[in-house]
């Protein structure tokens, strides 16, 4: 597709390894490339994995760095990126978050009609990250478990199972059965966006939710060793805690049972965008110096 069209530009997205492959494909045919979420980094090779490494690659591969904070544009500068190459946008989660947040929606129907969402604070957790495959996860069910006894009449909390085996197995083991733990299939993008507004505390492992929940004014727990989104962590929107049971037990207890501490991190003002990142990706698309474009 790449030789037959021959794209004025290849835009690319975060970190996957299919983000990699598509800049790879791209460089191969000379072709340039917009690397969306560059400079992101955890400085570890191995948290997460693969996807650190995989945008570090993508970043050399790139002609343009997307870059959505102010700090990502920092890492790029370290590792020698030219600033001439190196736009700061926000990020375009933003952009989408915010458009799909201001829609009405009926949660009496589909994936979460039943859920006492008016009854009791809603506690949700994701994780699908293949570093905490095995003890990690099992740690963290056990996190979950305790909470849902401690608070057993005004805690409702919902996890929306990934797919994934490893995921499903300790999960369903651990979890299944406990009155007020609501684990429900993996939910499409609307129904999730709603239900982090309605939400009173995030636990998460994901790089999306910890770059959206400030939007909404909801504290995130996250359940990692590392973070390449640093920003949530140093503006007092996000805390990483990893997955040892009492830690995460002992953070989620105190943001459930002191309303002043919630409220500091709910009002904290997102660092990650401001819903405005895809109009700065098409002037820097439009705007990037022809000299500085690869030979064709």
Not at 95 to 124: C, H, K, M, N, T
Request: aromatic fraction near 4%; charged fraction near 25%; charge should be negative.
């Amino acid at each position: 597709v790449l030789a037959r069209e021959k794209p004025d530009w290849v835009l690319i997205q975060g970190d996957t390894t299919t983000t990699l492959c598509a800049a790879l494909a791209a460089y191969y045919q000379r072709l340039p490339v917009a690397h969306v979420e560059a400079g992101l980094r955890s400085h570890n090779p191995w948290h997460p994995y693969p996807e650190e490494f995989n945008r570090r690659l993508a970043d050399a591969l790139s002609t343009l760095h997307l870059a959505p904070t102010e700090g990502a544009r920092e890492n790029l500068l370290r590792e020698s990126i030219p600033d001439a190459r190196i736009r700061v946008t926000g990020n375009t989660v933003i952009d989408a978050l915010l458009e799909v947040a201001a829609r009405p929606y009926d949660f009496a129907r589909g994936p979460l009609a039943g859920l006492p969402l008016d009854s009791r604070r809603i506690v949700l957790v994701t994780t699908h990250r293949r570093e905490s495959f095995g003890a990690p996860l099992r740690a963290l069910c056990r996190a979950i478990r305790q909470l849902a006894e401690r608070y057993p009449r005004d805690v409702e909390i919902v996890l929306p199972v990934h797919l994934n085996p490893n995921v499903q197995k300790p999960v369903r083991e651990e979890l299944g059965g406990s009155a007020n733990i609501a684990l429900l299939e993996p939910l499409d993008y609307e129904p999730l966006v709603h239900l982090m507004k309605r939400a009173t505390l995030i636990l998460t492992d994901s790089g999306g939710l910890q770059e959206e929940a400030p939007s909404l004014g909801v504290p995130v727990l996250v359940l990692r060793q590392v973070t390449e989104r640093p920003e949530g962590v140093e503006a007092g929107a996000a805390r990483v805690v990893g997955t040892d049971t009492e830690t995460i037990v002992a953070a989620a207890v105190q943001l459930l049972d002191n309303p002043e501490e919630h409220r500091r991190m709910a009002q904290v003002r997102n660092p990650y965008g401001d819903g405005q990142a895809s109009p700065r990706i098409l002037e820097a698309l439009r705007s990037f110096p022809a000299n500085l474009l690869p030979p064709r």
